[in-house]
C-alpha cells in the first residue's frame, strides 16, 4: 500500500468536485487519523461497458488510492439480480444470470482502465447476500417499510400509480449489508444514489459499526446533454470502445454540455472564450489517448475529418472476407463483421443506417447477391466500414 501523502490526502483536495459529503465535518475527522480508510464503490453490471459517466465515481475512487486508502470495488453481481431503483420512474428488466456474469467480468476489467488493480480490492456481493432466508428475513426485520417509502423515486412512482416491486424495497437494504460486509468508512456514488448511501449508515449502525462517510458526485450527461449518461438511452460513451467511435461521440456532444465535460472528465475549467468546436476536439483526443491508447487521439481526429468533413471513405478500411458466393445475409455479416448482434443489424438497416459505398440500404432488404458487394465498402452509422472481398 503506498504511503499516505498529506499533501494529497488533506480533506479539502479529496472533497473537491464533490457534491455532498456527510455529515459534515466527518471525513475530515477521520482523515486525521494514521489508519487508511476503507473507501467503497459498488457498480452492479446492468450492462456490458462501463462507460464515461462511470468514470467520474472511479476517478474519485482512485484518488483515494492514490491518497494511501484502500479502494474497495464491490461488483453487483447479486444486487443485479434484484434492479436498483435510483432514478427510474419503472421496475428494471430482468437480465438473465449468464448475462449478469459476462457484464461483472467486463466491468473488473474496464475498471482497471482508471483504478490501479494492484492496489483494488474487487469483491461480488454474492459472497454474502447468498444468505439462508432466515437471516434475509433477519436483515428485513430490522428497517420499516416507511423508512424505505421516503426515498423520492417511490413516492413520485407511487403518486403516478406506478407499481413497485417487493425486491426494489429490499434494494437499499441489501446495498447497506454490502458496507457491512467490506467494513466501509466512506461509500462513493452519483447524486441519486444519496438515499441508498445514507440508508447504508442506517444498515450499519443497526449492525453495531460506525457508519460510513457519504459522498456524492455530480452525474455526467449523456451525448445528447439532458439525460444521464446510460447504455440503454445510447448516449453513453464506452471507455473500451475504438477510438474513432469515442472521438465520433464526443463530437456530437451538445456546446452547452461541454463545461461539465470538461470539468467531470479532465478536472478542468472551460474558458468560456475559447470556441465550442476546438474545445470539443481537444477534449475528445484527450479521452482517446487516455483509454484507446496514446496518439490515438490524433489518428481518430484525422479519420474523423475525412469521413465527416470530406466525406470520404478512410483509406485504412479493414477487410472482410465474404462467406460463400450466393446470397449474403447482412445481418449476420453486420454481426459478423462489426460485432453487432443480427437483430440491431436488422435494425440499422430498417433506420437506413447501412450503406454499401455510399448508397443507403433499403428498409427491409436483408439479403444481398455477393457479387454485388464484392470490392464494396459497407458502412454501418457514420464510423464504422468494411471492405468486402470473396474468399
Wanted: proline share 7%.
Amino acid at each position: 500500500m503506498p504511503a499516505r501523502d498529506p499533501q494529497r490526502a488533506d480533506s479539502p483536495g479529496l472533497e473537491l468536485g464533490a457534491v455532498d459529503v456527510l455529515p459534515t465535518g466527518e471525513l475530515e475527522r477521520r482523515l486525521a487519523g494514521d489508519v487508511p480508510l476503507r473507501v467503497k464503490l459498488g457498480i452492479d453490471p446492468t450492462a456490458p461497458d462501463i462507460h464515461l459517466g462511470h468514470v467520474v465515481v472511479l476517478e474519485k475512487l482512485r484518488q483515494f488510492q492514490a491518497a494511501g486508502h484502500v479502494a474497495v470495488m464491490i461488483i453487483g453481481d447479486y444486487t443485479a439480480r434484484v434492479g436498483d431503483p435510483s432514478g427510474r420512474s419503472s421496475v428494471r428488466p430482468e437480465l438473465s444470470d449468464a448475462e449478469i456474469d459476462a457484464n461483472a467480468r467486463t466491468f473488473q476489467e474496464q475498471a482497471f482502465k482508471v483504478l490501479d488493480p494492484e492496489l483494488t480490492e474487487v469483491r461480488f456481493n454474492s459472497e454474502w447476500l447468498e444468505m439462508p432466508s432466515i437471516d434475509l428475513f433477519g436483515l428485513a426485520r430490522r428497517f420499516t417499510v416507511a423508512r424505505l417509502l421516503e426515498r423520492d423515486d417511490f413516492t413520485k412512482r407511487m403518486a403516478a400509480a406506478q407499481p413497485i416491486s417487493m425486491l426494489e424495497l429490499l434494494y437499499p437494504v441489501l446495498q447497506g449489508y454490502d458496507s457491512v460486509a467490506v467494513k466501509a468508512d466512506v461509500e462513493l456514488g452519483g447524486t441519486e444514489q444519496k438515499f441508498n448511501l445514507l440508508f447504508g449508515r442506517d444498515v450499519q449502525g443497526s449492525f453495531g459499526q460506525r457508519p460510513q462517510v457519504v459522498m456524492t458526485v455530480p452525474i455526467l450527461p449523456g451525448t445528447d446533454g439532458v439525460q444521464k449518461m446510460s447504455k440503454s438511452l445510447d448516449n453513453y460513451v464506452g471507455v473500451d470502445e475504438p477510438a474513432a467511435e469515442i472521438y465520433g461521440k464526443l463530437m456530437s456532444v451538445p456546446d452547452a454540455a461541454l463545461d461539465q465535460y470538461w470539468e467531470l472528465l479532465l478536472g478542468e475549467s472551460l474558458d468560456s472564450a475559447r470556441p465550442p468546436m476546438e474545445a470539443k476536439r481537444e477534449l475528445a483526443r484527450r479521452i482517446c489517448d487516455r483509454f484507446a491508447g496514446p496518439r490515438s487521439g490524433e489518428e481518430a481526429e484525422a479519420r474523423f475529418n475525412q469521413v465527416h468533413q470530406d466525406r470520404g471513405i478512410p483509406e485504412d478500411v479493414p477487410e472482410h472476407a465474404l462467406d460463400g458466393a450466393g446470397l449474403v445475409h447482412l445481418p449476420a455479416l453486420i454481426r459478423d463483421g462489426f460485432g453487432l448482434s443480427a437483430s440491431e443489424g436488422r435494425r440499422l438497416i430498417d433506420q437506413g443506417a447501412v450503406r454499401v459505398d455510399g448508397v443507403p440500404v433499403e428498409s427491409g432488404r436483408y439479403e444481398v447477391p455477393a457479387a454485388d458487394l464484392e470490392g464494396r465498402v459497407l458502412q454501418v452509422g457514420k464510423r464504422r466500414f468494411l471492405r468486402l472481398r470473396a474468399e
